[in-house]
Each structure stands twice: as structure tokens, then as C-alpha cells.
């Protein structure tokens, strides 16, 4: 190994030099030998050390990113087609449906992750306030699209054929205690409120009001924001957002944690929309069990000692955290070619 590989010095939040242990790979060795050779051919005199800090630094594949990166391993688990359309009807649309509660809820929960992590600890971060008020509004978005998924599939599960194909499944008793709980919790208003709103537009003069938020509110939240580029995906109007938010706020005291004598408009609104949203992620997490543990045992009911099993390794599987969800972005290389498409 080179001598110089093994540290770069690099420049850390507070403006010191960082002392970072790196061992380039055959591959990145490749990288930095070619950063070397394109500098010669500008003129330009670079160190091995200047092309190492430049790879720790901002390298397609950075040293973060490949020590964040962990194999992920992924059961894929067959069973005979055969066996499943000769299944009852009643069986394998309950399994159907209830397959399609789990792919939604999995999909919107990790989406919200993902918009709740792409938020900024901080105002006026990297991405611009541009980006957090756009994440802000994926966020509520997601949330109000989660909860009305959920109620949907819970009434339907608590009602009609399907009620009666998951109550003929065995049923270990922290199933059926889950069960109670979840319904328990969705008997409630809080989730119904919300439901009805993401899913049901009113043009009610006393729905237009910020009673709630009234005292947060300044001129610097009257904007929007619009691109130049020809593309349909780059307008934003934080004050939807906003009236959003004001109106899960006033929910907040429908939410079990909350007082009974929770004060309408609350005295800290930030701390009322909290309640809301840790209401959602933990009602998502317990309906998001309950589904799947249920499609497990509608399929091994229906194919008991008739699955198998292969294992997937996906070796560099990243992080949550590692991509960011971005709104402002330039529109797509060929744009023009998926406009005719759309059009033919």
C-alpha cells in the first residue's frame, strides 16, 4: 500500500482538519491513478494525496458511502401457481387484498421515512429552505395518504368475506392481542378525521382559516416558488403545506396521548402536530405487523409444507439515509422523448 494511503486529511463541520484511516480499493487505486494522469494533461500538478482527499471527499463511490454499505440478504419464498388458483375464491381474494394492505402500507411507511429523514435538522441547510419546505409537504402528504390506507384496509378487514376468511386463520394470542389493539386504536376519530381530509377536497370558508397557527405565521411564509425549466414538476405553494398542518393540529386532541384537556388552538403547535404524527407512526407500525403476520398465515394456510425457499444476497444494498429525496431537480434527459410517448 502507498504510504499516503493511510490517512487523508480532511475538512471537518467546525473547519479542522480530520484525520480519516482510508485503504483504496483495486478500483478506486484505478480512479486515482486517472485523476492524476487527467490533471498532467491540464497542466495542473496533483499529489496522490490531493487525489485521495478529492476521492474521500467526493468520489462517486465515497468512502462513507461504501462503509455505510451492507449486504442485505432477501427471502424469496415460491409456492405452485397451480395450487394457488385452484384455491376457493373467497381464499385467494382475501389473500390478494390483504397482500395489497401489505404492499401499500410497507411502501407508503418508507416513503415517509425517507421524507422525514431528507428534512434538515436545521434552517438554511445545503439543500436550501426551498428543498425542506417541499419535504415538509411530502411529509404531510404521505402521512394523511398512510392513515387513509390504513383505515380502508382495516375496515375492510373488520367487515364482509374477508372478516370471515381472517377469522377462520389460527391465531397465536399476541396476534389476537394485536388485533384488539389496533382496532382499538382505530376506533377512535383521530385516524377517520384525517382520512376524510386526504381524501375528500371541502371549498368551506371555515376550513380556509389558521386559527391554530395564527401566532406562527409571518410574512416571510407568503411565496411560491417556480423553475424555469419546462417541466411539470416545479411549482411549490408552502402555504398549502401550512393549512395542512393546521388542520392535523387541530386534530391533535383526538390523538390518546394527548390530554383530555388539551387547549383549542394548543398553546405549542409544533408539540400538537408531534402528537399527530407519532400517533400515525405507531398505529402504521402495528397495522403494518398485523397485515403481514395475517398474509403469512393465509399462505401458510394455503400451501402448508408446499413453499420453498431462496435466499437473494444483495451485497451493496445503501442505507436509508444515504439517498436523498430532492423536489427542485433538473428535468429528465429525455423528457422529450417520454412527451411523445405520452402523446402517441
Known amino acids: 500500500m502507498n504510504p499516503e494511503d493511510k490517512a487523508a486529511d480532511i475538512e471537518s463541520e467546525g473547519g479542522k482538519p480530520e484525520r480519516i484511516n482510508f485503504s483504496p480499493t483495486p478500483e478506486e487505486n484505478q480512479i486515482i491513478e486517472a485523476l492524476i494522469k487527467d490533471a498532467k494533461e491540464l497542466n495542473f500538478s496533483m499529489s496522490r494525496m ?57 411502501w407508503l411507511y418508507q416513503l415517509l421515512v425517507k421524507a422525514v429523514q431528507a428534512l434538515p435538522a436545521t434552517s438554511g441547510s445545503q439543500l436550501g429552505v426551498q428543498e ?18 390504513i383505515y380502508e384496509g382495516w375496515e375492510t378487514m373488520r367487515g364482509g368475506r374477508l372478516k370471515a376468511t381472517i377469522d377462520a386463520l389460527p391465531m397465536p394470542p399476541e396476534l389476537k392481542k394485536l388485533k384488539t389493539e ?64 393546521e388542520r392535523l393540529i387541530s386534530l391533535a386532541h383526538l390523538a390518546p396521548q394527548s ?17 399527530v404524527i407519532d400517533e400515525i407512526i405507531k398505529v402504521a407500525n402495528m397495522y403494518g ?7 403469512a398465515a393465509l399462505i401458510g394456510a394455503g400451501f402448508s409444507g408446499r413453499l420453498s425457499t431462496k435466499w437473494i444476497t444483495v451485497s451493496d444494498a445503501p442505507r436509508s439515509e444515504n439517498d436523498q429525496l430532492r423536489f427542485f431537480v433538473h428535468p429528465p434527459s429525455d423528457i422529450e422523448m417520454l412527451r411523445d410517448e405520452a402523446v402517441a
Open 50 to 106: 490531493q487525489a485521495l482527499r478529492w476521492l474521500v471527499e467526493a468520489g462517486s463511490k465515497t468512502y462513507a458511502e461504501k462503509k455505510a454499505a451492507e449486504p442485505l440478504v432477501i427471502a424469496k419464498i415460491s409456492f405452485p401457481l397451480t395450487e394457488f388458483l385452484a384455491l376457493p375464491a373467497e381464499r385467494r381474494a382475501g389473500l390478494l387484498l390483504v397482500g395489497r394492505f401489505v404492499n401499500e402500507t410497507n
Open 132 to 149: 425542506e419546505e417541499a419535504n415538509l409537504a411530502l411529509t404531510a402528504l404521505l402521512a394523511m395518504t398512510l392513515v387513509g390506507k
Open 182 to 245: 389496533v382496532g382499538q386504536r382505530l376506533s377512535g376519530k383521530l385516524f377517520l378525521r384525517i382520512r376524510q381530509q386526504a381524501f375528500h377536497y371541502s371549498d368551506s370558508k371555515k376550513l380556509a382559516d389558521f386559527s391554530m397557527l395564527k401566532n406562527s405565521l409571518n410574512d416571510s411564509e407568503a411565496h411560491f416558488y417556480v423553475t424555469k425549466a419546462d417541466f411539470r414538476g416545479d411549482i411549490l405553494f408552502p402555504m398549502t403545506t401550512l393549512h395542512t398542518l
Open 259 to 275: 390530554s383530555p384537556a388539551s387547549s383549542r388552538p394548543p398553546k405549542r403547535p409544533l408539540a400538537a402536530y408531534k402528537c
Open 289 to 295: 405487523t398485523f397485515t403481514s403476520d395475517v398474509l
